[in-house]
Nanobody, 123 residues
Framework: QVQLVESGGQLVQAGGSLRLSCAGSGRTFNSYYVGWFRQAPGKEREFVASISLSGSTSSYVDSVKGRFTISRDNAKNTVYLQMNSLKAEDTAVYYC????????????????WGQGTQVTVSS
């Protein structure tokens, strides 16, 4: 298994930027596709973005395309989510998740989860 710890969530003004980090444990971090999900108050958890083992491919939900960028540094066992042009509707608890199988499996039912970090976008 892999342990995941998110950080970087905070209060930010609409139109601003924020970078979230997901730190993974172990020596096999590069064996996992890693992604980000979010859950707003009163809403279901939704997929946001994912990245492949080496970072060569990525996938995004339509609502964040062009604004968010997912990246990874396997030497540091860390995946990042750079969020630009933030909107009030981006307010949510953001979770990172990992799965060795691929983008589709990760988006559908990831095997491993972090505990989340709160992002609040003020208007």
């Amino acid at each position: 298994q892999v342990q995941l710890v998110e950080s970087g969530g905070q209060l930010v003004q609409a139109g601003g930027s924020l970078r979230l980090s997901c730190a993974g444990s172990g020596r096999t971090f590069n064996s996992y596709y890693v992604g980000w999900f979010r859950q707003a108050p009163g809403k279901e958890r939704e997929f946001v973005a994912s990245i492949s083992l080496s970072g060569s491919t990525s996938s995004y939900v339509d609502s964040v395309k062009g604004r968010f960028t997912i990246s990874r540094d396997n030497a540091k066992n860390t995946v990042y989510l750079q969020m630009n042009s933030l909107k009030a509707e981006d307010t949510a608890v953001y979770y990172c998740a990992a799965d060795p199988r691929g983008h589709t499996a990760l988006a559908g039912n990831p095997r491993y989860w972090g505990q989340g970090t709160q992002v609040t976008v003020s208007s």
